[in-house]
């Protein structure tokens, strides 16, 4: 597990975060810095087909090692990090044995991961726990599951021994906005079907995740100088707060749904008098519930429409990703192996749903039956983020696995 943490530990200390805002592909330069990073990794592994692209997407091939024609899969894995929390000098805290109770980060001790809402952390104590110091977010989303897939791959490598077919590598950029797979050409991927490791805790294989849309709202009003504005002005900024105070509260938001249930969550507003903008975005696990989401966002607009004349409320819905659960259907062995293989190497499966997204959504609906693993993550997109070296070594043993469940099929 040594090399498993040194990995890890070197990747997230690469600045990787993305930028929804953006033009360029990928979004921030500075994840070209990782996947640069794993090109040349996976030069030293001796992988086949190693390549990366300007778009920043890296592949490589761990050759098979079985006669025949066992088919080739993918493991597939983002080198972003979330925009919604800093990624900026990352400063990882190995703790190591974890002496159990809660962590406080000293980078800011008003930070505290607590026992009673981290329960996993009950199961890992004398293990190694690793944390941020509470100034940025930890990059285990999806870092890990870069970590998780090297060390797999060394690992076959190194044991020629192991029976097991072609395996893919993919890495990508800009995941976490939504466009990890944009530019992902399929057929150079040329696998029957995927697995992205982007999972909490140990032993998930996910099966469906949200359907997701995005709403933005624009305000446009008029701005003057504020001593002469009595009956010129149209403050867009005001309209925007009239137009969020309406939302729902005590429903259909994350802080107050849970399991199966949906929600509308505004995550960021920017703008000024003459225009204001909130990105909301639409979740639910049944597609047709995002339609009523959005006229719900309409129905809201309406009143405001006619209350301020002046001024112009456009609601724009950019379709995201979709639930993976009808996809899967086409290749139904994609989500059993990954059953069968959680099992092989020593741990109980939770068949589970993401409540969320991820590249595999969106390969799904391409074409590419892509479930999810665990690789450990906990509490993604926030200071509070950590991971357990344990749970990620566990990942690398389901991944040694499935490449042997897929070795005698047939493609």
């Not at 975060?17 to 640069?36: F, G």
């Not at 981290?118 to 890992?124: A, G, I, M, S």
């Not at 976490?176 to 944009?182: A, R, S, Y």
């Not at 039956?369 to 993604?380: A, D, K, R, V």
Request: with cysteine; proline share 6%.
């Amino acid at each position: 597990m040594t090399a498993l943490l040194e990995r890890f530990l070197r990747y997230v200390q690469i600045d990787t975060q993305s930028n929804e805002a953006s033009t360029t592909v990928p979004s921030t330069a500075k994840q070209l810095d990782l996947s640069k990073l794993l090109e040349s990794e996976c030069r030293e592994l001796g992988l086949a087909d190693v390549s990366l692209d300007k778009f920043g997407i890296v592949m490589a091939t761990v050759p098979g090692t079985v006669a025949g024609h066992a088919p080739t899969i993918a493991w597939v894995a983002h080198v972003d990090t979330s925009p919604e929390t800093s990624g900026t000098a990352v400063k990882p805290i190995v703790h190591s044995p974890y002496a159990g109770g809660d962590i406080t980060l000293p980078g800011d001790p008003t930070k505290v991961i607590r026992v009673a809402d981290n329960p996993d952390l009950e199961r890992l104590v004398e293990g190694t726990v690793i944390t941020t110091d509470g100034t940025t977010l930890l990059g285990a989303d999806d870092k890990a599951g870069v970590a998780v897939i090297m060390s797999a791959a060394a690992h076959l490598i190194a044991h020629p021994e192991i029976a097991h077919g072609p395996i893919r590598l993919c890495f990508t950029c800009d995941e976490e906005i939504g466009h990890g797979v944009d530019h992902l050409d399929l057929k150079k991927l040329d696998a029957l079907c995927a697995y992205t490791l982007d999972g909490d805790g140990e032993g998930s294989v996910d099966g469906e995740t949200f359907s997701a849309d995005q709403a933005i709202v624009t305000v446009t009003g008029i701005n003057i100088h504020p001593s002469i504005g009595k009956g010129k002005m149209v403050n867009a900024v005001r309209i925007l707060g009239e137009f969020l105070a309406q939302m729902p509260v005590d429903r259909l938001s994350p802080e107050t749904t849970e399991d199966r249930e949906g929600f509308m969550h505004p995550y960021q507003i920017e703008g000024g008098v003459a225009q204001a903008t909130v990105r909301i975005i639409l979740r639910d696990f049944e597609t047709p519930a995002l339609r009523e989401y959005a006229a719900l966002l309409e129905q809201i607009a309406h009143p405001l429409r006619a209350k301020y004349p002046r001024a112009a409320i456009t609601i724009r819905i950019v379709e995201q990703y979709r639930n993976m659960r009808e996809g899967l259907a086409k290749e139904p062995r994609a989500l059993a192996k990954a059953l069968e293989a959680t099992r092989a190497a020593g741990l109980e499966p939770r068949q589970t749903i993401i409540r969320g997204g991820t590249d595999g959504s969106r390969l799904t609906a391409l074409g590419l039956p892509t479930p999810n693993l665990s690789t450990g993550e906990h509490n993604p997109h926030s200071p509070l983020e950590w991971t357990s070296l344990e749970e990620m070594q566990h990942a690398v043993d389901v991944l040694v696995a499935l490449a042997q469940c897929w070795a005698h099929e047939e493609a």
